[in-house]
């Protein structure tokens, strides 16, 4: 198994997203960050919604980016505002991060 820890960040696209795929509208969206550029970081999208993905749903989708919690670890949830130069008021954001390893044979 791999020793390798890396941290999956999630949070609510407010106006949807550009990348990997373009949404029109809220969604939720979890990347793991590593070395490279961003752009190339696994990221996963769920479907335009502004509900929260339920663990299993957040597991499910970091197995298909070839991750897994890491032993012990659990989600910790953040409160911050967004951004004031958004074209909405100015709102609560939820930012979830956990740390997380590679599956075998996965994608990091």
Same mark, same amino acid.
């Given at each position: 198994?791999?020793?390798?820890? *890396?941290?999956?960040?999630?949070? &609510?696209?407010?106006?949807?997203?550009?990348? %990997?795929?373009?949404?029109?509208?809220?969604?939720?969206? @979890? *990347?793991?960050?590593? #070395?490279? =550029? @961003? #752009?190339?970081?696994?990221?996963?999208?769920? %479907?335009?919604?502004?509900?929260? %993905?339920? %663990?299993?749903? =957040? =597991?499910? +989708?970091?197995?298909?980016?070839? *991750?897994?919690? +890491?032993?012990? $670890? $659990?989600?910790?949830?953040?409160?911050?505002?967004?951004?004031?130069?958004?074209?909405?008021?100015?709102? /609560?954001?939820?930012? $979830? +991060? /956990?740390?997380?390893?590679? &599956?075998?044979?996965?994608? +990091?």
């Amino acid at each position: 198994m791999s020793k390798q820890i *890396f941290g999956a960040q999630m949070s &609510l696209r407010c106006c949807g997203t550009t990348k %990997p795929e373009v949404t029109t509208g809220p969604c939720w969206q @979890v *990347f793991v960050a590593m #070395s490279g =550029r @961003v #752009s190339e970081w696994p990221t996963y999208t769920w %479907p335009t919604s502004t509900d929260v %993905p339920t %663990p299993d749903q =957040r =597991r499910e +989708a970091l197995s298909e980016l070839g *991750f897994a919690l +890491a032993e012990g $670890a $659990a989600w910790e949830w953040t409160e911050d505002t967004g951004p004031e130069y958004h074209p909405h008021p100015v709102r /609560v954001a939820l930012l $979830a +991060a /956990v740390k997380v390893r590679p &599956l075998e044979g996965g994608a +990091a």
